[in-house]
């Protein structure tokens, strides 16, 4: 596995949980993998996996239940994509949109540079 450069490990192993559980491959009240077994898969130290799951236990992503593992909260996947919609809105794109205003786009050309871009996703 290979981390960014700049952003704690922990938090880059949080992240790909959460998009396992927005993603699908993570469904809610299924266990997740232990934290030996995250530890192996990515190549880290188990208290790194274990600073990763904390985080996602005090968000309220994961519940642990005890002696047995931890699980995908109910609703963790709504709340992901509120979560990351709100970021992406308020840090993303309006840096994206000011950019856009700083080079002199109107409003009608960067919407039409979006529609360009959001139909050729859809290919």
Do not use: W
């Not at 266990?31 to 208290?47: E, G």
């Amino acid at each position: 596995m290979k981390f960014e450069e700049g952003i704690p490990i922990y938090l880059q192993i949080k992240e790909m949980v959460e998009n396992a559980i927005i993603s699908g491959s993570l469904q809610e009240e299924e266990a997740i993998p232990s934290i030996r077994t995250l530890a192996k898969d990515y190549v880290v130290n188990p208290q790194t996996i274990s600073s990763a799951v904390n985080e996602l236990l005090s968000e309220d992503i994961v519940f642990k239940k005890r002696g047995i593992g931890m699980f995908v909260q109910k609703g963790a996947k709504a709340h992901l994509i509120q979560n990351k919609t709100v970021q992406f809105t308020e840090k993303e794109l309006v840096n994206v949109v000011n950019k856009g205003k700083a080079l002199g786009l109107s409003l009608t050309e960067f919407k039409e540079i979006i529609n360009k871009i959001y139909e050729q996703g859809e290919k």
